[in-house]
């Protein structure tokens, strides 16, 4: 028999297992009876990460969801030439890459390392299926995020260009990055930015340094550090 003192904690671990889930934008919606079905129909899976520890390495096989449930991430991501690269931190809750989990490339392409102690949940694509299948709020969610993020990425080829030059700057650090919030660190060649910009290195080099001026980032050498991306975005003007 189950003391009443156990009960009321097992109780309590479900309550905030639920509250959890609820935080989740694939969940969000669900009632409590639904939340209940899940956690009793559906394995998930938990998992602790201490800082600097790697919970997805770029070109590892995406074969399930992992939603870090607390905790702050690293991401890193390189051009496909290695010729720059990225470093943003992102916080809590949120999934990684879901996007991946279907389509052409079924492989992470960023690296995601705890940045401080991290929990995850891990819905590997079996259990992702079943969700689809079985949970209507579930499935709609995820079509609304993918579909979300194919928008975005569909209509940003057709934004006018930016005569200011500290504008297309500015759009293309964020055109990289997953969140335009918070701190981001490039690590970028004023020749390779020039080139990409198809600008020249003397122009480019006048628009960073005026940048650094105004307190909107931090140059050093083969480096670009943006202290908050959404403020840069608004002082100059830039899109995503």
């Not at 079985?134 to 080829?157: D, E, G, K, V």
């Not at 930015?193 to 005026?210: K, T, V």
Request: proline share 4%; net charge neutral; glycine share 6%.
């Amino acid at each position: 028999m189950v003391s009443a003192g156990r009960h009321d904690t097992r109780n309590m671990a479900e309550l905030q297992l639920y509250d959890k889930l609820l935080t989740l934008p694939l969940f969000q919606g669900m009632s409590k009876d639904e939340l209940s079905h899940v956690v009793a129909h559906i394995k998930l899976g938990f998992e602790k990460f201490a800082a600097q520890e790697t919970l997805v390495q770029a070109g590892d096989s995406c074969d399930h969801l992992t939603f870090v449930l607390n905790g702050e991430v690293e991401v890193h991501a390189t051009a496909d030439d290695q010729g720059y690269e990225l470093t943003e931190s992102l916080p809590s809750p949120m999934v990684i890459q879901p996007q991946h989990l279907f389509g052409l490339v079924q492989r992470h392409s960023r690296t995601f390392t705890a940045h401080t102690d991290c929990s995850t949940l891990q819905l590997r694509k079996e259990e992702v299926g079943k969700l689809i299948r079985q949970s209507a709020i579930f499935r709609i969610n995820l079509l609304n995020l993918l579909s979300t993020q194919s928008q975005r990425l569909l209509h940003r080829p057709w934004q006018p260009v930016s005569p200011s030059l500290a504008s297309r700057i500015a759009s293309f650090l964020a055109s990289h990055c997953l969140q335009p919030t918070g701190e981001k660190h490039f690590k970028i060649k004023m020749t390779r930015l020039a080139e990409e910009l198809n600008d020249s290195r003397l122009d480019i080099s006048h628009a960073l340094n005026h940048l650094q001026k105004q307190g909107l980032l931090i140059l050093s050498r083969g480096r670009i550090d943006v202290p908050d991306m959404e403020k840069l975005l608004l002082d100059t003007g830039g899109s995503l």
